[in-house]
Structure formats: C-alpha cells, structure tokens
C-alpha cells in the first residue's frame, strides 16, 4: 500500500512539474529555479508510475545538490502557480532523501 501511495505522489508531482515545465514561466522563474536536475532524476527513476526508489537512493548527491539550490530561492518572487510547484519539488525531493 505505501509503494502504490508512494507512486500515486509521484505520478502527481510528475505532472504538475511537466504542466507547469510546459507553461510560461514569469521572468523570475526561468531566471532563479532550476529544474533541470531534478527532471533527469525523475525521467530516469520514475517509468510509468512507478518509482525506482533502490536507484534514487543512489543519487542523494543530485537530490541534495536540487535542494541546495531551492533554498536560494526567494519564493515570493515566484507567481502562485509557480510556488506551489516549487513547495510540491521541494517537498518530494526532500521525502526522497530521507527513503
């Protein structure tokens, strides 16, 4: 039951991160948050749904080097639909780690 909540979680995050990846950014957003680290992690570990959690727990360097860079982030520089997108990243990335 926790892996299929896991990956229910994560297949949200997937897909709040591609439609707002897709979506025009605010100046602000393209400037200051990175995603780029974050989005080849979870195209590498996530396939259909489900989370390869064995092989990003191999990759703690990435994920903390994603979470370094979140928190230079001045979030109320962000629009609303950007900072929830920011906090739901910032959220999983950080639930990653401690898996």
Same mark, same amino acid.
């Given at each position: ?37 974050? +989005? $080849? *992690? ?9 989370? #390869?959690?064995?092989? &990003?727990?191999?990759? !703690? +360097? $990435? *994920? ?9 982030? #001045?979030?109320?520089? &962000?629009?609303?639909? !950007? ?17």
């Amino acid at each position: 039951m926790k892996r299929h909540l896991a990956a229910a979680i994560m297949t949200i995050v997937l897909s709040i991160f591609l439609h707002t990846a897709g979506a025009p950014a605010s100046q602000a957003a393209e400037t200051l948050v990175d995603n780029r680290i974050y +989005a $080849q *992690l979870l195209g590498r570990y996530v396939q259909n749904g489900v989370v #390869d959690y064995a092989g &990003l727990k191999g990759q !703690e +360097a $990435q *994920l903390d080097r994603y979470l370094d860079h979140l928190a230079e982030i #001045d979030t109320g520089q &962000l629009s609303d639909k !950007e900072r929830f997108a920011f906090y739901v990243n910032a959220y999983y990335d950080w639930s990653l780690n401690g898996t």
